[in-house]
């Protein structure tokens, strides 16, 4: 089964791949909606116009390859298990709502998973792209060719005052969704986040923890995207994005430095006990398995810890999601299951790095 | 600071909603913000849906700047799109187009409920579709060269705006040229 790859595996061939600022930008992303020129958007449209336009990809876009991305396979959503469904969406190779379609649904991925294309989402056309580290230029740069390449054989729905229509009016325009997503432990733990968070929105971005199913971000990660997408160009949009997360990364790092000044014993204290954690504990629930990663990934950029690598916090935290774990066992888990065996995943993980 | 409606974990999502011409900050929790459906899904989706439902059915605002401004739609003048059959009442209350031809149809009244969403913007100045685009090509080029050469003007650079000038022709004449 060609799906199995992409499920397999918790970390994104891409994700290996070092980019600038990546003690702080896990990754960024451009987003861009599209639709087809005279067909109903998928809210509207007949169920055989939607199967058209799923035929059309798989016809002319499944193993080709666009650059250096690879072979791109076709992926039915229908065709799916519930569990290879979630495991799409913990890699955000699809998103939550594409995963609840069953019918004439599919998602166009690149093998290395850099870019995927969802069909018939909201919109007929949803291109994503991803870079590891903070690399929105140039994620734009290929988002735009690739958008360029897909349009050599579609007519989009564009209009000259309006951009490219979407089916939502808050993507109408651009139809570009660039964001980011930050590592903040440090302006987590002074508290400076909560002041900031309201700054950024101001400024036309929304800030947002990932994975969070409270008011807190798990992990103390954090996306940023930009809101506005008509009456801006792209680049625009890009440049404001990329300013106010230049700003916070160099307010982590102050805050980082500052904390290893003013309490460094406290802070390495906590690192630790969080590797403690980690690589002893028998039953962890994913909350605290996400916090004690945080607090690691911390001690390695600190430089506390060494011989384990950057990659362990976006590799565990996306494999100890429910989905891997029913994934990795191959059948359902219970709650209680699955803190055991994220424990068991996690420490083997560690004691390997270690070796 | 404290989320509005639960008043019980603190708020991390804020928005300013425009309500009767005044601003309102709304601050809320993730738990909240699903319930209320001011966000649908954790990935990808911060939906505006309920905002913009709320946004939508602030009517007592002038619509449009086509000085219609004190109408008031009542069913009857209820709009429908021939493509798609979704009528503006529709569109207003999912909060969502049913196609392209809906951006027409209901064109008169999408310039306040842009506006409303995307900072007071209302038309695009982002990427034009390169094969389809053509025309549009030219003609932003040539929007380019016109402040060109007004600012050459100001600048008393008559040389460099005579060059501009004819550009501005030459342009203009394979835009002509093309239409045939
Ligand atoms: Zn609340
Ligand atoms: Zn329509």
């Known amino acids: ?355 | 600071m404290e989320c509005q409606e639960c008043h019980k974990r603190p708020a991390t999502l804020h928005f300013t909603q425009v309500v009767n011409g005044k601003k309102m900050e709304v601050h809320v929790c993730e738990v909240c913000a699903k319930e209320k459906g001011y966000m649908t899904y954790p990935e990808d989706s911060f939906s505006f849906q309920n905002l913009l439902t709320s946004l939508f059915n602030v009517e007592s605002s002038p619509l449009g700047n086509n000085g219609n401004s004190n109408s008031v739609f009542t069913p009857a003048e209820d709009i429908q799109c021939e493509q798609c059959g979704m009528t503006f009442s529709e569109f207003k209350r999912i909060g969502k187009f049913g196609c392209a031809s809906c951006y027409h149809t209901f064109s008169d009244r999408l310039d306040p409920i842009f506006r409303r969403v995307h900072s007071g913007n209302t038309k695009h100045h982002g990427k034009i579709p390169k094969r389809q685009g053509g025309d549009l090509h030219a003609k932003r080029q040539l929007e380019e060269y016109k402040l060109k050469l007004k600012e050459l003007i100001d600048q008393e650079a008559f040389e460099e705006a005579a060059n501009v000038r004819d550009q501005i022709k030459a342009l203009e004449t394979k835009m002509r040229g093309d239409d045939k």
């Open chain 1, 1 to 355: 089964m060609t799906l199995q790859h992409f499920v397999d595996e918790a970390t994104s061939p891409w994700m290996r791949d070092e980019g600038p600022d990546n003690d702080i930008v896990l990754s960024c992303r451009i987003r861009l909606a599209r639709n087809f020129a005279n067909v109903s958007f998928p809210l509207a449209a007949e169920e055989d116009e939607l199967e058209k336009i799923m035929q059309f990809f798989q016809q002319e876009y499944t193993h080709q390859s666009f650059q250096d991305f690879q072979d791109l396979e076709f992926v039915p959503i229908e065709e799916l298990t519930p569990t290879e469904k979630r495991v799409l969406v913990e890699k955000h190779l699809i998103s939550p709502h594409l995963a609840k379609y069953t019918k004439a649904a599919a998602a166009v991925i690149s093998k290395n998973e850099q870019v995927s294309v969802m069909i018939n989402e909201e919109d007929h056309i949803r291109i994503q792209l991803y870079f590891p580290g903070l690399q929105l230029d140039k994620a734009l740069n290929k988002a735009f060719e690739f958008d360029d390449w897909l349009e050599e054989k579609v007519n989009y729905a564009f209009d000259e005052s309006r951009g490219y229509l979407t089916s939502c009016p808050t993507n109408v325009g651009t139809g570009m969704r660039a964001s980011v997503m930050m590592h903040l432990p440090s302006l987590v733990l002074t508290r400076q986040i909560n002041r900031m968070i309201p700054a950024i929105n101001q400024l036309g971005l929304v800030v947002r923890g990932i994975y969070g199913e409270g008011s807190e971000a798990i992990g103390n990660i954090f996306q940023i995207s930009n809101q506005i997408t008509l009456g801006k160009s792209e680049e625009d949009i890009v440049e404001d994005l990329q300013s106010v997360v230049k700003q916070l990364i160099e307010q982590e790092r102050k805050a980082r430095t500052r904390l290893m000044e003013q309490s460094g014993m406290r802070l390495e204290d906590r690192v630790y006990r969080s590797y403690g954690v980690l690589k002893y504990s028998r039953i962890i629930e994913s909350k605290e398995a996400a916090n004690c990663l945080s607090n690691v990934r911390l001690g390695i950029d600190l430089g506390m810890i060494e011989h384990v690598p950057r990659s362990i916090l976006n590799e565990l935290i996306i494999l100890t999601q429910p989905g891997f774990l029913q994934q990795y066992a191959k059948k359902n888990l219970t709650a209680n299951e699955r803190d055991v065996l994220r424990a068991s995943l996690i420490r083997e993980r560690l004691k390997l790095e270690n070796e």
